[in-house]
């Protein structure tokens, strides 16, 4: 039956809001935003024809609120709801209530979701169809070592109604095994609504590789070949690629025919995807069914021209699949990065902040899919993905090459992020060879990789100390705009030549000394002691832009301050990006942490504190969890002593770097002790 969608809500967020617009407008058809209060600001919210407002912050509150959701289409005239991914993309009841309330949803039936939901009845229904499963058996409180027992280590533990590494944990062997069911119900609790894991047999380092498939109303259901996978931190993808290096033409027959099989029997309707891990021998398992779009959806449609959110419209409006996807082939390579605001040395943990500049550049084959913009506020309360860039090109070679350096040029102000990581990847060998699986960042230490870029947002390299004197000279015509009186003089000039200028900056944790004299065009200049090169000239030198030779080298480099009183300084150039902020010359005492203090890693929610004031703990004993993003962070004690404060209870919301507890080890009370008799 043909339903016409003239209005469409989009009952999701960031950059996949925008991007379900932009295909909606293209086909006509008015859109309706919904949005948080964190999200008021957000591109996608005025890109769409009409939003609502969805009161408060945390997900559960806004957008896992069915009901708000269904009233707000009620509202605003909207005849069909687009769930896009993640939040209730695969909620049944939700699907279910948008039917009763008379809405389309652009999805699979509220059966086939609950069908599929249920990871463990899911690998059921796919054995009897013939797809090869994993053994897997679900957990309850009492049983948890009976099951591990029938699956055998390794496993993972994985929430049942869930996805996106969220809820999942890896278990070596039964010691660590309430821990990891635990902590998995509570992340898979937040993520999805529902606590239920399940145990999975563990494949060491497989290949993770996945199948588009698109079903019609009229019992059809195709492939549209596959993706891979398989470089991922936390069980979440961050590189994907269209098609795998590891597919040959035998095995992808075998696997598409297998994800049509696994379709079929869900009887699907819509865009959705199979995923299967595939071992070294080439044997291939069944994981799960995503009923919804997925986040690396682009480089399907780069590879095959195909739009899969319009082709997702037209099924929804009850129309046959056309005949460009039957006729679908694979063209050239596309690979997908996702770019998220997180400290990888740290272990990957998710930032927040302002975003004072965030632009990619544009150039042939390269796609840019982002929620976000100058100014955008990155909250703890959502993933911290800021876009997905995709690089489309003849061979896979070319594509990783257009893909690095659009990062690479990248002008991303204000918070740290895993560009660096993905340089590297993108640029490494083993990668380029095609031998990625997901043991890679095992064995490629994921801090090194970030650290192995020059001069980064992240790590300081060796461009750091040149980006440091090319900050000095920037603030230097800063200052020189500010006192015109001093205009007639030429740049840098002393009375007392012996004099150079000094200014300090700071880098991902590293102090860096600039004294330097400015002699005509020639530059003279040290970092921390060490001459930068033997000669320096400025080509031309604004508070914005600084064109600087070193030692034969030519460099155009583009400055950004910001902040109070211009302390943050972000320098780009061909030899990488630094983010700089100014030393003080004098500091302020009372911003002094007390020693021993434990600072907030990020901010979040305390979840749990797990001692009290006077408890003697161990190094690296957990003394709070926090949870920022859907994800759980352990506070732990940095050496042996006494919590002599706790500064946060459960329940309380808190900034990065406020002080949680303080640990007085003994050269603290060694301190304390002598200042109090006055020593």
């Not at 309430?178 to 060491?204: H, I």
């Not at 049509?260 to 819509?270: C, D, E, L, M, Q």
């Not at 002691?529 to 600087?548: E, T, Y």
């Amino acid at each position: 039956m043909t339903q016409t969608i003239s209005t469409l809500l989009i009952a999701n967020r960031g950059e996949i809001a925008a991007r379900i617009i932009r295909t909606a407008h293209a086909l006509g058809i008015a859109t309706v935003a919904v949005y948080s209060d964190p999200d008021a600001q957000a591109p996608y919210v005025t890109m769409a024809d009409q939003a609502v407002r969805l009161p408060g912050a945390a997900a559960a509150d806004t957008y896992l609120r069915g009901d708000l959701i269904i009233a707000a289409a009620a509202a605003t005239g909207a005849g069909a709801v687009h769930p896009g991914y993640g939040f209730l993309s695969e909620n049944a009841a939700f699907a279910r209530a948008c039917a009763d309330a008379g809405l389309i949803f652009v999805g699979p039936s509220p059966a086939t979701i609950q069908a599929m939901g249920d990871k463990v009845a899911a690998k059921a229904t796919m054995a009897a169809a013939g797809v090869p499963v994993l053994p897997s058996v679900t957990v309850d409180s009492d049983g948890k070592h009976d099951a591990a027992a029938q699956v055998g280590f390794p496993l993972l533990v994985k929430a049942a109604f869930g996805g996106g590494g969220r809820g999942m944990r890896l278990v070596s062997d039964s010691a660590d095994l309430d821990e990891a069911v635990g902590a998995a119900r509570r992340e898979a609790a937040a993520a999805f609504g529902d606590g239920t894991v399940f145990l999975e047999r563990y494949v060491p380092d497989p290949r993770h590789v996945e199948v588009q498939i698109l079903g019609d109303a009229h019992g059809d259901v195709v492939h549209l070949f596959e993706r891979e996978c398989s470089i991922q931190r936390r069980y979440q993808k961050i590189v994907e690629e269209s098609p795998s290096p590891a597919v040959d033409d035998t095995l992808r027959q075998e696997l598409t025919q297998a994800a049509v099989t696994a379709g079929r029997a869900a009887g699907y309707t819509g865009a959705g995807t199979v995923e299967f891990v595939l071992d070294r021998d080439g044997s291939f398992y069944f994981l799960e069914m995503n009923t919804r779009l997925q986040v690396e959806h682009p480089v399907t449609e780069e590879v095959t021209g195909l739009d899969l959110v319009e082709l997702q419209l037209r099924v929804a409006e009850g129309e046959p699949l056309p005949p460009e996807v039957r006729e679908a082939a694979i063209t050239g390579h596309a690979i997908e990065a996702r770019l998220y605001a997180e400290d990888v040395p740290a272990g990957f943990l998710p930032v927040t902040g302002t975003l004072h500049r965030f632009a990619i550049p544009p150039g042939p084959g390269l796609r840019v899919d982002t929620g976000f913009r100058d100014g955008s506020a990155v909250s703890p309360h959502y993933d911290a993905m800021l876009a997905k860039v995709i690089a489309h090109g003849r061979t896979r070679a070319d594509a990783a090459r257009r893909l690095a350096r659009a990062l690479r040029d990248a002008q991303i102000h204000g918070l740290t992020t895993n560009r660096d990581l993905l340089v590297a990847i993108l640029r490494e060998p083993e990668f380029l060879a095609g031998a990625t699986d997901t043991g890679y960042l095992t064995r490629h230490e994921p801090a090194a990789l970030a650290g192995s870029g020059a001069g980064s947002g992240s790590a300081p390299g060796p461009a750091t100390a040149r980006h440091a004197l090319v900050a000095a000279l920037a603030r230097q015509m800063v200052n020189r705009a500010a006192a015109p009186v001093l205009a007639t003089l030429p740049s840098g000039w002393r009375n007392v030549v012996s004099a150079p200028q000094r200014v300090s900056y700071t880098a991902a944790g590293e102090q860096y000394n600039v004294a330097y004299r400015v002699l005509g065009d020639t530059v003279q200049a040290c970092v921390n002691d060490v001459p930068l090169g033997r000669a320096m000239i400025i080509g031309k030198a604004s508070p914005d832009r600084v064109d600087l030779e070193i030692d034969g080298i030519r460099r155009v480099y583009r400055v950004h301050r910001v902040g109070p009183e211009n302390l943050s300084t972000y320098v780009d150039a061909s030899d990488g990006s630094s983010a700089l902020t100014e030393v003080p010359r004098f500091g302020d005492p009372e911003k002094l942490a007390p020693a021993g203090s434990l600072l907030a890693p990020m901010p979040g929610l305390v979840r749990r504190v797990l001692v009290e004031v006077g408890a003697v703990v161990t190094a690296g004993q957990p003394l709070l969890v926090l949870e920022a993003m859907k994800m759980e962070q352990t506070v732990t004690a940095p050496a042996a002593g006494v919590v002599a404060e706790l500064r946060a209870k459960a329940g309380d919301q808190v900034a990065a770097a406020q002080v949680l507890a303080v640990v007085e080890t003994n050269a603290v009370a060694e301190t304390n002790a002598v200042a109090e008799d006055g020593g």
